[in-house]
């Protein structure tokens, strides 16, 4: 009983703070709609796609939507119990911004509405045997993946005297591993080598981004959480051993990379706003929504070109 009771105890200290504010507004407000809003972690990416996805909800329905908001700072079991609290208080619609998020709000409920954000591919994030762009269920959502076979042309692009790539991910991001098999592929077809390089969490993450460095002339970065969340612990180790990394996305590259061909994702949250706008007024139905995309732009980062001795491309725009 005394175990019991300390498990209810920490449920309600997580999901308390996570629906007090959210709660508050609907009373005060009289806001017509309730916004579930369950994030994985706090990184630039993230970040700027839930700031995105408030703003259009905002934009739409003024003081007639209110947020309830969890991040679940890196635990994934933790995305489970905020979705648990959601429905629990009874949202109208549930955003869940990174796989693991996705993954748990797809498994809580098959009735309310669940938008994903800054998803790579939704069938690997789902096991879906078939896809055919629309989840046909009551998810859908945004895509925040770039082409990988523009990507993997960048390293040619920039060193063109480059023969093996290092490819840093973790591998318990289901969308991580399938960017590497995909990327993997086009490589191949430009006369590179690979080598995985994978950690399964934080703790590992400097031995082996040190044990890609020795082994690689380029480094490849996915669209990565768990990387997104460490790229000063990368960037040390790329700067002392002069690797230079194209990232998957702007704000790893931001972080510890060279450039990349990426996605605003306050862009993407702003798409998944709209598309939220109009499961919640009734115009379109999640389960026929098709996923959508943002365009991608060619960026450079100033630092790290600085640090490595590397000359910009044209072409590229500066991260600022």
């Known amino acids: 009983m005394k175990k019991l009771l300390g498990i209810v105890l920490v449920l309600a200290l997580v999901i308390a703070p996570v629906f007090a504010k959210g709660d508050k507004e609907a009373q005060n407000s009289g806001a017509k709609y309730k916004v579930g809003v369950v994030q994985l972690v706090q990184h630039p990416a993230l970040d700027a796609a839930t700031e995105g996805f408030k703003e259009a909800l905002k934009a739409e329905f003024g003081d007639d939507v209110a947020f309830a ?10 995305c489970s119990t905020i979705v648990n609290g959601f429905i629990a208080s009874g949202v109208d619609l549930i955003m869940a911004n990174a796989t693991p998020a996705l993954q748990a709000a797809a498994a809580a409920t098959a009735t309310i509405p669940v938008l994903g954000t800054s998803i790579t591919h939704y069938a690997p994030a789902l096991e879906l045997d078939s896809w055919n762009g629309t989840v046909g269920t009551n998810v859908s959502g ?3 993946l ?4 523009a990507q993997a042309a960048m390293v040619k692009e920039w060193f063109p005297d480059a023969k093996t790539v290092g490819l840093i991910y973790c591998s318990a991001e289901a969308n991580s591993i399938f960017q590497i098999e995909e990327v993997e592929k086009y490589f191949k077809e430009l006369g590179l080598e690979t080598r995985r390089f994978a950690f399964t969490d934080t703790n590992d993450i400097a031995s082996v981004t040190q044990k890609a460095a020795d082994a690689s002339d380029v480094i490849y970065i996915p669209t990565d959480n768990t990387a997104a969340s460490n790229t000063e612990a990368i960037a040390n180790i790329l700067v002392a051993s002069k690797t230079p990394a194209i990232c998957g996305e702007e704000g790893i590259c931001a972080g510890c ?3 990349t061909l990426s996605i605003s994702y306050h862009d993407l949250g702003i798409l998944t706003g709209q598309m939220a706008a109009a499961i ?3 115009e379109q139905k999640v389960s026929e929504m098709p996923i959508g995309y943002a365009s991608a732009t060619k960026k450079y980062n100033p630092k790290m070109c600085e640090a490595l001795g590397i000359t910009p491309l044209a072409g590229y725009e500066p991260i600022v």
């Open 280 to 282: 919640l007024k009734g």
């Open 142 to 144: 945004t895509s925040d």
């Open 146 to 149: 770039a082409p990988l076979d």
């Open 257 to 259: 990379g060279v450039a």
């Open 69 to 78: 908001e969890g991040n679940a700072s890196g635990d994934v079991s933790t």
